[in-house]
């Protein structure tokens, strides 16, 4: 179009205030408002006023044909983080209803218009009176519903109640103005005729078309023209704005505002349409080569939520009430930017991207970088489903620098494996690669280039491999159907796979096959009325197509149109894809029933799936969830306002019909979701080899169940997933839940908890089927049989070392427990399900930590502090507590004293005749020393008859058990139980005989002096002293100290029996003496039991019919002369002994030693000649140490 003559100012009146005011806030709403331009010295246009606060690099973005000035110098929105600058040039900024201006790109939703204009005001109408009206127009709440109205909105008095602001101006109110109640339908009115030419203009017209051309239009007229030239979606303004990722619904999924278009001149290629094999004329790809040059941008802000983005700022300071508030700032001049004719693209600061990334790997696992470099994938998946070639740029570089990642080199030269959240980011990174090498609309060429560079990278030693450090041969991306069944065990043998090698074998995948195109252009594609041969297999019996692909490689087809910007092809592949697996399923029904039989005889099945689907690097299922719940989404737009509040809120979905040429279809994409997803986590699937893969499959299948609980569950639903789990359970080889499965199948434990809790209120008999169903762990079971499995209560425990190649066998053994924890909660007061229940455990779970663990579990919930005791779960308790004695009665188990005791208080709830049970029983529960100390004592104490009540023959009858196994575990292990036997038998006399007479049977055979000492001790406790002398002389003959023991712990024993033994009379004392003087050796516990026998009479005890002396004992006479000549020899035996290595630090404490045994010397009439003689024959010998002799001289002479 020719450039029409231009006017003057005041005939066009484009410098009001008020619609200075407009478009100071709208834009701010621009994406690139806060951007700025490569093109910095542009000269201005004549006529136009420059910008108040423009400086020669501030040239920013406004709406089409509209030039916006510098930012408010006070922008505290953050450092600068935006990656993009956009130079908006040719066809720039013409948006439509919130459509970008380039064909091709996806329709957003529509927001509804502003209210009808006021009347018509002169043109010097006050600039407080204009902006009111903009104002309100700014602040227009988004709509109720998204749906899309034609010529009828929401009428706006039925936005306000009867005298507000809002109504009074006839205006939209501000935010939380309606007066609607919930569920009531707001008044329809027709469009406005100036709206509807407005909108057109809107989208066909730049606005500097438009004031170039007509000379005079009228404000109200220019307001709506603008009004309708901005985008109306959040997400496109913050798309340019920042390295952040404000997503939306789904990771990584949600639209935002597009860059640079693949082709300006025209639509983009339908999928699969053949790329031209050169660039197109006139197209601007940002990103394609260097040379478009790099510009620094201005985030909108790096904070949570959305109250720091610069329109909201702009928002803010009109609410002030002056429009100087929002221009004194620096606001954008709607006049300032680039021409409309100038070249349209966005420019990627490619350099701030490698700084970002390289900073972001730097920090290792700091949690915070691995956020922001998800968030920069999401931001690019954002980019690609707006179908802007910066995205794959982005990618690349940000590829780079991880393949630049110096940790790579160090993991590899000291064969550690990586970090599992590094490992996240590097299969994110592969699956992006995917995406793109599947785009739909690329260009060979662009291909073949990111062809090359992924081969370049996946050639790298430090490229990092698919499944961790384990290489793992899987089906080529290609292949329908694996090619070779039989795999060497040799992993050498196996081919390199790097986290790009299902990218590089995408470039045989093409988009050109006529029934591909068919299904994905049309939701009426049917069988045609007469079917070739050929034809038959690509539609099933309803008419509907299938798509006969490896189920992966048509997923990711799948995600690449989804993350391209193609939700309703998406949408199509994916229901041929679904219909496929259903008519798949339906075959390998037919197939198991012909095998049934013979499958059940033997026992074991093979496994049909090489690769599954849950935790595969591309996640097939994941993939179709997401687009089908996608389209079922309801709260869709509100994303910003929920950040803005920091909290999250549950997606809300609703049920949309499927577009299938089958008028009778009754089904929505909700039903499917449910149902892919139910088939894929019930797919039967060999555990992957490596830690990475196992954790991977785990964390994906929580994944999926998180997204699954999302779902409120209709009736629909409901009979989606009652079917469903029907056909897993008659699924047979196929399915993870049928009769008989794989040894080293995957355990559907995490699954089944999820299928029990969501059927239990519908269908209860199936859920109880399919939870029991699940309970087993095949890897542990098969392999248990070496052990005595006659009764399931002997289950021998399997080491989970012995299974090396299930590194996550803890995990999945805790989902066990938790899936049985699930059960046992809702069968409460259910005796037949609660038995059912006991034998699924007492079978599958061989772990006694987690069966104790269980145990406890239902003896809580059995009983509670505020209602009865559930006396049928208090007994499954039990026996769960006994089978967990019998496992851990012969290996070894921190907590066993901890499940001894609690069994014992589990029993005692139970009532007396538990107790009576397992101390009849102890031999097959307890060892002798826990069943006397802890399981009989804890019986018979005064605590459990008060808790009991028990009456005088239940106390007797508990009292005869707990004796007889006393005696029974004294016989077994005299040297832990006599103590304990007697203690237990005291009150019954033969009893007590018994249990002494087996005490001295094994004194003299494997019992310890301190053992006897401590049943001595608590015979004179007990007012046998005799009988304690006796096991007290028994035990000094198992004793031996040395000389230097003297402060060995039997030197009280030893004491204590010697005051025993003079206490009884000189006749024991005289028996025991003999027996010290051979044990002990050491000087001085000799002459302390020496110096105690000499200061009182010996026969102090009062034993009946004996009478004591009265006389001090004589050192010269027997027997204890013959203890004095002892601790003589004692005294100079030690001497000798330490004069041999004494240093002269320890000269001090030799001669008080010598102090002490002089002492003793001196006891008999001659011993001061006798320790004379003594320190001469030390003088003598020991001369050479002379200090020490001088010191023996000064104290002794």
Known sequence: MPDAPRSSAAGRQPRTSARRAFWSVCAWNAPGARARSRASSRPRRPGRRAPPLAGPQDNRVGPRGARPGPAPASHSGGQARGFVCPAPRRRCWALARGAWPWSGSPQQPELPPPPPLPPPQSVSQSPAMAEGGEREELLSPPPVSPAKRLCSWPSPQARHRRGSPGAASGGVGGVGSSCLAPGARPHLQPESLLDCAAKTVAEKWAYERVEERFERIPEPVQRRIVYWSFPRNEREICMYSSFQYRGGPGAGAAGGATGASPAEEGPPPPPGAAAPAGPAPGAASAGASPGLGTGTGVAG?????????????????????????????????????????????????????????????????????????????????????????????????????????????????????????????????????????????????????????????????????????????????????????????????????????????????????????????????????????????????????????????????????????????????????????????????????????????????????????????????????????????????????????????????????????????????????????????????????????????????????????????????????????????????????????????????????????????????????????????????????????SHPHHMVSVVPSRYPRWFTLGHLESQQCELASTMLTAAKGDTLRLRTILEAIQKHIHSSSLIFKLAQDAFKIATPTDSGTDSTLLNVALELGLQVMRMTLSTLNWRRREMVRWLVTCATEVGVRALVSILQSWYTLFTPTEATSIVAATAVSHTTILRLSLDYPQREELASCARTLALQCAMKDPQSCALSALTLCEKDHIAFEAAYQIAIDAAAGGMTHSQLFTIARYMELRGYPLRAFKLASLAMSHLNLAYNQDTHPAINDVLWACALSHSLGKNELAALIPLVVKSVHCATVLSDILRRCTVTAPGLAGIPGRRSSGKLMSTDKAPLRQLLDATINAYINTTHSRLTHISPRHYGEFIEFLSKARETFLLPQDGHLQFAQFIDNLKQIYKGKKKLMLLVRERFG
């Not at 990642?405 to 970090?419: E, F, I, Y």
């Not at 019996?541 to 992966?552: A, C, F, K, N």
């Not at 089904?667 to 997803?677: D, F, G, K, M, R």
């Open 301 to 789: 802000g790096g904070g949570s939520g959305g109250e720091g983005l610069p329109f909201r700022r702009g928002i803010r300071l009109l609410d002030s009430g002056s429009v100087e508030n929002v221009l004194q700032v620096g606001a954008p001049d709607p006049t300032a930017g680039a021409s409309i004719d100038d070249e349209n693209c966005w420019h990627l600061d490619e350099e701030q991207v490698k700084e970002q990334v390289k900073l972001f790997l730097s920090q290792g696992g700091y949690y915070g970088s691995g956020k922001q470099l998800n968030s920069m994938f999401a931001k690019v998946r954002e980019m690609l489903r707006m179908r802007d070639s910066n995205g794959a740029r982005m990618l690349t570089l940000i590829t780079e620098q991880f393949m630049a990642d110096p940790r790579l080199t160090l993991w590899r030269q000291q064969g550690t494996s990586m970090t599992d959240k590094c490992r996240q980011l590097w299969d994110e990174l592969g699956a992006l690669w995917v995406c793109i090498i599947l785009n739909p609309h690329c260009k060979l060429e662009e291909k073949s280039c990111w062809l090359q560079q992924l081969q370049k990278w996946s050639d790298l030693d430090v490229c990092p491999l698919e499944d961790g450090n384990y290489g793992h041969e899987l089906p080529n991306i290609t292949n329908a159907l694996p090619q070779n069944v039989n795999h060497s065990p040799d992993s050498l043998s196996r081919p390199r796979r790097t986290v790009f090698t299902r990218a590089i074998e995408g470039r045989e995948l093409h988009w050109q096959d006529s029934h591909l195109q068919r299904i994905i252009s049309s939701d009426i594609y049917t069988a045609p009325a007469c079917q070739r041969e050929s034809e038959r297999l690509l539609f099933n019996s309803h008419g509907q197509p299938l798509w006969l692909e490896h189920v992966p490689t048509a997923c990711a087809r799948v995600d690449a149109l989804r993350s391209h910007g193609y939700p309703k092809e998406a949408l199509r592949l994916t229901v041929a894809i679904i219909n496929t697996l259903r008519l798949q399923q339906q075959r390998q029904l037919e197939i198991y029933k012909h095998q049934k039989k013979e499958l059940l005889q033997r026992g074991t099945t093979t496994i049909t799936n090489l690769e599954g689907w849950v935790g595969h690097p591309l996640d097939p299922i994941g993939c179709l969830f997401l687009t089908l719940t996608e389209a079922c989404r309801l709260n869709d737009d509100g994303y910003m306002e929920v950040s803005d509040m920091n909290e999250s809120r549950l997606p809300v979905y609703q049920h949309v019909p499927v577009a299938t040429g089958c008028p009778n279809s009754s089904e929505s994409y909700l039903s499917l979701a449910l149902e892919v997803a139910l088939m894929g986590m019930g797919q039967q699937r060999v555990m992957p080899e490596g830690l990475y893969a196992q954790d991977k499959v785990c964390r994906n299948e929580e994944q999926l169940l998180s997204q699954l609980q999302e779902l409120q569950l209709d009736d629909e639903l409901v009979q989606t997933l009652r079917k469903q789990c029907i056909l897993l359970l008659e699924g047979g080889p196929f399915s993870g839940l049928g009769e008989v499965i794989h040894r080293e199948s995957v355990p559907m434990h995490t699954f089944a908890k999820y299928l029990f809790s969501a059927l239990l209120p519908h269908d209860p008999d199936l859920s109880y089927k399919l939870a029991l169903r699940a309970m087993r762990l095949p890897v542990l079971e098969n392999s248990a049989s070496a052990g005595d499995t």
